[in-house]
């Protein structure tokens, strides 16, 4: 079965530079193994990056035993959906590509939410309104 967006179409890809998505394949596909649920597409800003320091989720230096990169502002990232859900709790929340995150996503955060921080606009608008 191919994995679904928030929208309910064809999961779409995250990020390929750098490489994201919990098995690297630049999807925010999730499944037993992916116990955080890295299932929100997004755009990662300075805010975002700092929150997310603070919290002890270091998204920005590079861990090349974990494939980690490190994250700069501008790069898309599949991240877990509770981190991201506590970055809009306090006001940082990072962008969101509604079509590259995972329906799993909407277990932790509701589509409202979700809608708020949208940078992608489908051809189909009527979900966003």
């Not at 859900?85 to 940082?92: I, R």
């Not at 995972?102 to 277990?107: I, K, R, S, V, Y």
Request: with cysteine; proline share 7%.
């Amino acid at each position: 079965m191919t994995d679904r967006n928030v929208l309910g179409g064809p999961l779409e890809e995250c990020g390929a530079d750098p490489l994201t998505g919990f098995y690297r394949d630049g999807c925010c596909s999730t499944g037993p193994e992916d116990l955080g649920s890295h299932t929100v597409c997004t755009v990662a800003t300075a805010e975002f990056l700092e929150h997310q320091a603070s919290i002890g989720n270091d998204l920005s230096t590079p861990r090349p035993e974990n494939n980690f990169p490190g994250l700069q502002p501008g790069d898309r990232w599949c991240v877990v959906a509770v981190r991201w859900l506590h970055a809009h709790e306090d006001g940082v929340a990072a962008p969101v590509i509604l079509a590259a995150t995972h329906e799993n996503a909407l277990e932790v955060i509701s589509m409202e939410i979700l809608r708020k921080y949208a940078v992608d606009v489908p051809d189909d608008v009527s979900d966003l309104l």
